[in-house]
Each structure stands twice: as structure tokens, then as C-alpha cells.
């Protein structure tokens, strides 16, 4: 059996990227079954444990995340995140020696995406990555109490992936069709995430396995999802099995699998959901590093430059300080600002 776990950071947001990620996890290979009991081995993941200096665990990434006041000598507030994700990187078995090298495999549908909006160009530019950015993955070493201490019997995280859609991306999506129709974010989210499930179930190491249970972090009052899924797997035998007010839940037989599909609310109490969740924001919080030193940068106006989370009232903040500065680029709006 194997495990796909999805979820985002950047949902809200009016400016930054929407980030969807997915961790694969694969079990015994030929079983079937699965339980509560299954399910809450992931639960030691949820002791902290210290690596680096830091007491660390796998909980929802707004947890994880450090403010400036949090931080206790860490020179960066994405640095408990980076020490979770140094664990994922070396229990993946992945041998990229940083962010920058990892990065063509994490988001490799929107390099070009990324590579064309020249605030977030210099993710993937060599030589290009921010000093205050974490850089380098942590060694085996720094990462083996975490290692020991979350150890799940016969289960281990093989996979992971992202979606980083840019705001020009995200405005394409939702924007009217030459039929006047338009889709909202909610579909932008829905489609892209199952996609992704899609993209890490091509992977050879699954062909051995014939059944996976695959979790969303489930959002707003969506509770349908049998159409979705129809569309993302169109030779697939798609049964509803509950659709209620917490979770929405499928069974799904592809030609090469049996999956059952749980989209539920406050999805990321489940260890495996949570750590999507902490590479979706880890990655979000890098693009707005780079978002924000490009317009420090080309700063320019009566108002001094003050960084932007990308929420929409201080983002109404930022754009009101920042006219000067997109004339003076000749940055289109639609390139940067979403559409809903």
C-alpha cells in the first residue's frame, strides 16, 4: 500500500504564489488494509524532537513557522521548517546538496513558469540565492534523533512534489473563457492538487503496490468531489462513499490501482498531510523572500520600503506604497497582483 498526502499554503493571498504540495509514503506492498490503528502511527511524528539546536516536530506548518519573535537565535524564520524538511530530504534518500539543486525536481512543471516572473527568477538562477534564505540540507548526522525518534514500522516517505503557480498563472486559470464562463480558485486548488496525485503515481516504485489511500487537506464549503476526480482520472471507476459537512470521501479504481480519496477538513492534523503542508509553505515563504528583496531592491517612491506577507490588507499596503516602483519596472498588474 502506499500513502499521497496533499496540501497548500497560500490559498488566501492576494499577492505570492499558491503552493500545492504532495510527500508519497509507501508501505507493505501487497496489503490492503487500513485503519485508525494504521493511520496514528504517524502520531510520534508529532514529538518533538531536537535537531540543530532547535526542538522540532511534524505539525500544521503555522506551528512550525517561526516569527521574528520566535526565532531564539535562528537567523532565519524559515529555520525549523528547513531542519523538518532536511529529515524528509535525507529520509527520501535524495542527494541534492541544497535548496537550488532540489528545486528542478520539487516544481518541475512551473520552472518555466518561475524562470519568466523576474521576482522569483533568481530562485533558480545559480549564484542568485538570499543569504538570509536556509541553503545547504542538513547532514544525516544533524538529522539522526529525528531519524531514530520517528521511525514508522514498515512505512517511509519516498516522494515529494510541488505545484508553485505564480499569480500570472493563477489569473490565466480563473480568468472568463471566450465562452464567458470562468472558474474560481477553488477549482484552480481542486484540479491542481488531484493533478499532482496524478504526476506521483506515475512513479515506477508504485507499480508494485495495488492499493493507496491518498488525503487533501479539505477547504471552505467544498463537498463534491466525484466530478473532479472524474476529469483528472477519465478511465477511472469513481464510487462515492460519504460526502459530509468534515469529509468528503471516494473510492477509485484506476486500471492499475485501488485508491480511496479523503478530502477532510483540518486535513493536516494527519502527520502525513502536515508535512505537505510545511513543504507547501516552506516553498512560499521562499518565493516571497525573493518577491520582496526584488522590489527592495528597485524600491522606489515617498513611502519606505516595508516587506509584504502578500495578505490582502497588507498587500492593499505594499501596492499602494509600491506605484511608483511597478511603473518604473513596467510590471502588468495581472503578472503580479491575483484576481480573486
Known amino acids: 500500500m502506499f500513502l499521497i498526502a496533499v496540501d497548500e499554503a497560500g490559498y488566501g493571498p492576494k499577492l505570492g504564489p499558491l503552493v500545492i504540495a504532495a510527500t508519497r509514503w509507501e508501505g507493505p506492498t501487497q496489503s490492503a488494509e487500513w485503519n485508525d490503528s494504521i493511520a496514528k502511527m504517524w502520531e510520534v511524528m508529532k514529538t518533538p524532537v531536537r535537531i540543530d539546536g532547535q526542538l522540532i516536530r511534524v505539525d500544521d506548518s503555522k506551528r512550525v513557522f517561526q516569527s521574528r519573535t520566535q526565532r531564539r537565535g535562528d537567523t532565519s524564520p524559515l529555520g525549523n521548517l528547513h531542519r523538518v524538511l532536511s529529515f524528509a530530504h535525507r529520509s527520501m534518500g535524495k542527494t541534492e546538496s541544497n535548496w537550488q539543486a532540489r528545486l528542478p525536481r520539487l516544481i518541475p512543471d512551473d520552472l518555466a513558469c518561475v524562470a519568466a516572473i523576474p521576482w522569483l527568477a533568481d530562485m533558480l538562477t545559480p549564484g542568485r540565492w538570499l543569504d538570509e534564505l536556509p541553503d ?6 544533524s538529522i539522526a534523533p529525528a531519524t531514530q525518534a520517528w521511525s514508522i514500522p514498515e512505512w517511509k516517505m519516498t516522494g515529494a512534489r510541488a505545484r508553485l503557480v505564480t499569480a500570472k498563472s493563477f489569473n490565466a486559470f ?71 459537512s468534515r469529509c468528503s470521501v471516494y473510492d477509485v479504481q484506476t486500471e492499475t490501482h485501488q485508491l480511496r480519496m479523503h478530502f477532510t477538513v483540518k486535513g493536516d492534523s ?59 519596472q513596467s510590471i502588468a498588474t495581472t503578472d503580479l497582483i491575483r484576481c480573486r
Open 136 to 141: 545547504k540540507w542538513l547532514s544525516e548526522e
Open 270 to 328: 494527519f502527520v502525513p498531510v502536515a508535512m505537505s503542508s510545511l513543504h507547501a509553505k516552506c516553498l512560499r515563504e521562499i518565493a516571497m523572500t525573493f518577491l520582496n528583496r526584488y522590489f527592495e531592491d528597485r524600491w522606489v517612491g515617498h513611502e519606505p520600503f516595508q516587506a509584504t506577507a502578500g495578505y490582502p490588507v497588507d498587500a492593499d499596503r505594499f501596492l499602494a506604497a509600491a506605484t511608483s516602483t511597478l511603473d518604473a
Open 174 to 244: 480563473c480568468e472568463p473563457s471566450v465562452a464567458g464562463t470562468s472558474a474560481n480558485k477553488s477549482d484552480l486548488l481542486g484540479e491542481t492538487s488531484l493533478g499532482l496525485v496524478a504526476s506521483m503515481m506515475e512513479s515506477k516504485e508504485l507499480d508494485s503496490h495495488t492499493h493507496g489511500q491518498i488525503f487533501f487537506d479539505r477547504h471552505g464549503g467544498r463537498r463534491y468531489y466525484a466530478g473532479v476526480i472524474a476529469a483528472t482520472f477519465p478511465d477511472a471507476n469513481v464510487r462515492v462513499v460519504d460526502e459530509t
